[in-house]
């Protein structure tokens, strides 16, 4: 009762296949209608996925349903903000940059203790 046990289905979980069957029970009416077709896929589509506002109530600026350019993916398109995603993946953590700077310095240098510290501390 004081839970919501329903699954919310976000843009992010969809894998290629769900994206196809929205697009066409949303736009695949008007391919039927015997609108002119083009391979170019429309900015503002692009735009709305970047931004994650493409959804059942999204409505193409450039028309709403006369919009003549494509309202999907080519197989394997890759969008701008999933492409810095994996771009982050290969970023190190700073303990590891630590670690790699820390190998570089060697092994003959001066173990660093506490006494040692408030020595240089008073210099």
């Known amino acids: 009762m ?14 290629e296949e769900k994206l196809k ?16 077709t083009t391979d170019i896929i429309c900015k503002h589509f ?3 996925l970047e931004t994650n506002k493409y959804g059942w109530f999204w409505d193409c600026p450039n028309g709403g349903d006369k ?8 197989p394997g398109f890759v969008l701008n903000k999933d492409r810095k995603k994996k771009d982050k993946k290969d970023d190190i953590t700073i303990e590891e ?27």
């Open 2 to 15: 004081y839970e919501d046990n329903r699954q919310e289905d976000t843009m992010e979980d969809w894998d």
């Open 21 to 36: 069957e929205v697009v066409d029970k949303k736009h695949g009416e008007r391919e039927r209608k015997g609108m002119p």
């Open 46 to 48: 692009i735009d709305a």
């Open 67 to 74: 919009c003549h350019y494509r309202h999907c993916l080519p």
């Open 97 to 123: 940059l630590v670690e790699i700077e820390r190998a570089k310095l060697g092994y003959h240098l001066t173990k660093i203790t506490l006494q040692l510290f408030l020595e240089w501390k008073r210099k």
